[in-house]
């Protein structure tokens, strides 16, 4: 009957209408959280890019060649910090991280130190051995929070638990663009755009790094931390613009159907009454 | 006197940038002081203050962690903490400096002791800054 299909209709209009009025609010809710993610994305930007330029500098140095730090050990394992977001609805901004930790985890050891309560239960319920699953909540995470990780990681590395670390993040771009990328932390990179200098070490090389290695380990933590919070309330404020588009369209087609069969129903009527007048006549 | 430049970074942003005539700083050998057309120079930095003076102005600061680095007249410290004297909060500094010393007092685990004389030098190096700013 055309009137109980007008009345499916409705209702799919309606419940359509109130999915749209969530994904209105939380286009907004990730708007006011991105402006603030994204300035603080940007001055610990600076902090990373001082701190890997002077690491790149001190392994350049001689001494750091020959270190313990910067040596490529056989068959390795490798700890990623995978960093992913706290909640769902962002699009592919999750699961890209996954896949490109699990492309480049494959087929060797590996250990996860998932940062983000979506990356812990993720990486814990596929079974990977996991290095610590105490960061689930990736927007409060601190610049102590990061020492420490810094810390644990290079005592990890120095005890020979963890050969190699590899940092999984996504990158903020710009509003429009998030790259998931990764950095190789440890061993330290020796290869350097400028030529290798003598540093003047004051005191022991060895005790730098031991003194340094975490704090830079930690900042490069804490920094792709944070770029990766403003890609996550980026690629959700996206999400979240495209599902209201969609369900614009959803709603104008479903009133274009509704239309039709409120016409239909008019025009049956019609019909019945003339024919029903004629049959008197 | 001649000027060099000087940046400093926290993971919280740049929290300096500029020229300055000399940096004095606490490494984990000692204090050190850099002056414009200093030697190539790496170190650690320890826990305490740092002084900036730029036109013949002196600024008072506390540091903890991090390094310092001179490379052809450019001078970067990056490090966990750097707060200039006017930024610090004394009260918070002194009480910290009361909690320290009296958990130092009443514990003997040496584990955490080592964290606790951290916290208590973090919390000098403030309070010295903060005085010396004044």
Redesign the interface.
């Known amino acids: 009957m055309a009137g109980s299909s007008m009345n499916d209709i409705k209702a799919r209009i309606k419940s359509v209408q109130s999915t749209m009025q969530i994904t209105k609010a939380m286009e907004l809710v990730a708007t006011s959280k991105l402006r603030r993610a994204k300035e603080k994305a940007?001055?610990?930007r600076?902090?990373h890019e001082?701190?890997r330029?002077?690491i790149a500098?001190?392994s350049s140095t001689n001494e750091a060649k020959a270190s313990l730090w910067s040596e490529k050990r056989d068959d390795p394992k490798t700890l990623y910090v995978a960093v992913a977001g706290d909640r769902g609805l962002a699009g592919g901004y999750n699961s890209s991280i996954f896949k490109m930790t699990e492309a480049m985890a494959k087929g060797s050891k590996a250990a996860v130190l998932p940062i983000g309560k979506k990356a812990v239960e993720y990486f814990t319920r596929r079974g990977y051995e996991i290095f610590d699953a105490s960061n689930a909540e990736a927007a409060d995470f601190g610049?102590g929070d990061?020492?420490k990780l810094g810390a644990a990681i290079t005592d990890a590395f120095l005890d020979g638990r963890i050969d190699r670390v590899v940092l999984v993040y996504t990158r903020f771009v710009s509003m429009m663009t998030q790259l998931p990328s990764h950095e190789e932390l440890l061993p330290l990179s020796t290869e350097s755009e400028k030529d290798a200098?003598?540093?003047?070490?004051?005191?022991d090389p060895e005790?730098?790094f031991l003194?340094?290695v975490p704090?830079f380990i930690g900042?490069a933590i804490?920094?792709s931390v944070c770029e990766a919070v403003a890609s996550e309330s980026a690629s959700r404020r996206s999400a979240m613009n495209s599902a209201n588009k969609n369900a614009g369209e959803i709603i104008d087609t479903l009133m274009l159907k509704y239309n039709r069969a409120r016409q239909a129903v008019i025009t049956q009527e019609i019909t019945e009454i003339v024919s029903g007048a004629d049959a008197l006549g | 006197m001649k000027n060099f430049s000087l940046k400093i970074a926290t993971p919280d942003g740049l929290v300096f940038d500029g020229e300055v005539e000399s940096l004095l700083i606490r490494t984990t050998e000692g204090d050190v002081e850099i002056l414009a057309g200093h030697a190539d120079f790496l170190s650690a930095l320890g826990i305490g203050r740092a002084r900036i003076t730029a036109n013949g102005e002196k600024r008072f600061a506390a540091v903890s962690g991090g390094f310092v680095s001179v490379r052809k007249n450019e001078v970067n410290v990056v490090c966990t903490t750097f707060e200039f004297s006017d930024e610090i909060d004394i009260n918070r500094a002194k009480l910290a400096k009361e909690r320290a010393e009296d958990a130092i007092k009443s514990k003997k685990d040496s584990n955490a002791e080592a964290l606790l004389k951290a916290k208590l030098s973090r919390a000098l190096a403030r309070i010295s800054a903060w005085e010396l700013g004044k």
């Open positions: 940007e001055s610990s600076k902090y001082l701190l330029e002077a500098d001190v610049v990061a020492m200098r003598d540093a003047m070490y004051d005191g005790e730098f003194n340094t704090q900042g804490f920094s």
